[in-house]
């Protein structure tokens, strides 16, 4: 399926590699449909894309949590989780979105609202951690440039 994206051109995207997300993203519930693109360019790169399928413009940075809080552990009610089908170690991936303005140092992510994706049913959600500590706009930059300095 030839996908059209904004920061990738035209992408030929397997069946398999798309997402669903059943009530769409927080603030966009009518985009059920992405995928996760990376700059395959880069030797290293953090952060990646969720990129709708069906909306060329409509593209998100994400990241892995680890990278910039090593003990994130977000606390969600599990009937939240159910329709996305048995989570396990090997098949549970969470990633955070990333708002990244002009000034790169004032860079977050949303601890407070994580993805959740079952890699085995490409079944995935956004929630509300129950999590009080978890920030909306949580600063990166320093943390990622220490990273990236080893």
Do not use: H
């Amino acid at each position: 399926m030839l996908v059209k994206t904004k920061f990738f051109g035209e992408v030929d995207l397997p069946e398999e590699k798309i997402l669903t997300f059943e009530r769409g993203l927080i603030g966009l519930a009518d985009y059920k449909r992405f995928t996760i693109l990376y700059d395959c360019e880069k030797e290293e790169t953090n952060i990646s894309w969720l990129q709708s399928v069906d909306e060329p413009t409509l593209a998100l940075p994400v990241i892995k949590p680890w990278l910039v809080k090593e003990e994130y552990n977000p606390t969600v009610e599990d009937e939240l989780l159910s329709s996305l089908g048995e989570l396990t170690e090997e098949n549970l991936v969470i990633l955070l979105t990333m708002t990244v303005p002009a000034d790169i140092k004032e860079m977050t992510v949303n601890l407070k609202a994580p993805v959740i994706i079952n890699a085995d049913t490409r079944k995935a959600v956004q929630i509300i951690a129950d999590n009080q500590d978890y920030e909306v706009k949580y600063k990166v930059y320093e943390i990622l440039n220490k990273k990236q300095e080893g």
